[in-house]
């Protein structure tokens, strides 16, 4: 079974720039999320996706982040304009959405996002 | 406001000894605590996850132990190996609706061989 599949791994942008990240989902998974993960610290949520409807997205800096999930399927997360402090991991996770263990969440390997 | 703390921040055990993290939540919603391991590079990995109707879980050499009166609960790595090194985050999150995992910091785990 084919894991989460996110691109780029690795971005280097100065601030002030725009930058996108791209997830595909394991197929079938109607739960879609994306976490930002600080150096040395766990991971947060940015938002969550319940197929293509926005379930929280409390914690996204609307100002500068948006995603989408077009079909309920893949995603993209958009950064503009980029700050220093938005340097991070960015990781995107996905899970059933149904069933007694529909919370178990099966991440991508991330991608590392570099502010300068 | 971090809804689950975990401790130690770093952890050194010797081959074959006993590594053990502890976690303690604050949500009394939360109804569902999985255990992630991340190697370098890797994005977290699933472990091992227990609901709160049980005390304990056990999946080989990994425990996880739950005291839901007490709001905390606990990875137990039995005969740790160096393959174990990695950083170990235990999480919460609720079973439905918004149902995203609140992560601790993390427990970054050494197994000397």
């Known amino acids: 079974e084919a894991g989460v599949a996110q691109s780029p791994r690795y971005k280097i942008i100065e601030k002030r720039q725009s930058v996108a990240f791209w997830c595909n989902p394991i197929?079938?998974?109607?739960?879609l999320y994306w976490y930002q993960q600080i150096l040395g610290q766990g991971p947060k949520l940015l938002i969550q996706?319940?197929?293509?409807?926005?379930?929280?997205d409390s914690q996204l800096p609307k100002d500068r982040f948006s995603a989408e999930r077009l079909k309920g399927v893949d995603s993209t997360l958009k950064i503009q304009p980029a700050k220093l402090e938005d340097s991070a991991v960015y990781l995107c996770?996905?899970?059933?959405?149904?069933?007694?263990?529909?919370?178990?969440?099966?991440f991508g390997q991330g991608t590392r996002l570099t502010v300068v | 406001q971090q809804q689950v703390k975990q401790s130690p921040q770093s952890l050194i055990v010797q081959k074959g000894g006993i590594s053990i993290i502890n976690c303690a939540y604050e949500?009394?919603?939360?109804?569902?605590f999985p255990w992630y391991q991340q190697f370098p590079g890797k994005g977290p990995a699933l472990l091992i996850a227990?609901?709160?109707?049980?005390s304990e879980k056990k999946e080989g050499r990994f425990t996880i132990s739950f005291n839901k009166s007490a709001k905390q609960f606990s990875l137990h790595i039995m005969d740790s190996q160096p393959g174990d090194s990695a950083t170990y985050f235990c999480?919460?999150?609720?079973?439905?609706?918004?149902?995203?995992?609140?992560f601790g910091t993390g427990t970054r785990l050494t197994v000397i061989p």
């Open positions: 996770a996905s899970s059933l959405g149904r069933g007694v263990w529909g919370t178990e969440a099966f």
């Open positions: 197929s079938g998974h109607a739960t």
């Open positions: 996706f319940q197929n293509n409807g926005v379930v929280d």
């Open positions: 949500n009394t919603a939360f109804d569902y």
């Open positions: 227990i609901r709160p109707d049980v």
């Open positions: 999480a919460a999150s609720r079973l439905t609706g918004a149902n995203n995992l609140f």
